[in-house]
């Protein structure tokens, strides 16, 4: 079966760095597009970070050059390094994949196939 688990969360101060990792099985990176979202309690969910099937990126302005998404095929992980932290990235963290094309937009979410379940950052003031 398809299943993608998040690891790497924690609690930073503002200023500090965290990578999370999603680690894929069932599916090949190269076939889909693979996406960091968040959400914030009272908050809709949120796309940061996406990296479509031909590797393309493109990020949300809140993290623009904060955040870097990557992907290493061989280990079949995606990963997000997120500098210069900020109190406004504290939520839930999950990735997410669709085959071929990206989706983005506020309803976005609802197009994706496959979610990990989640890892916690939480960045102090």
């Known amino acids: 079966q398809v299943q993608l688990v998040e690891s790497g969360g924690g609690s930073v101060q503002a200023g500090g760095s965290l990578r999370l990792s999603c680690a894929a099985s069932?599916?090949?990176?190269?076939?889909?597009?693979m996406v960091w979202f968040r959400q914030s309690p009272g908050k809709e969910r949120e796309g940061v970070a996406f990296?479509?099937?031909?590797?393309?990126?493109t990020y949300a302005d809140s993290v623009k050059g904060r955040f870097t998404i990557s992907r290493d095929n061989a280990k079949n992980t995606l990963y997000l390094q997120m500098s210069s932290l900020k109190p406004e990235d504290t939520a839930m963290y999950y990735c997410?994949?669709?085959?071929?094309?990206?989706?983005?937009?506020?309803?976005?979410?609802?197009?994706?196939?496959?979610w990990g379940q989640g890892t916690q950052v939480t960045v102090s003031s």
């Open positions: 069932g599916i090949t990176y190269f076939s889909y597009c």
């Open positions: 997410a994949a669709k085959p071929y094309g990206c989706s983005s937009g506020s309803n976005a979410w609802r197009f994706y196939n496959f």
């Open positions: 990296i479509d099937s031909y590797g393309s990126i």
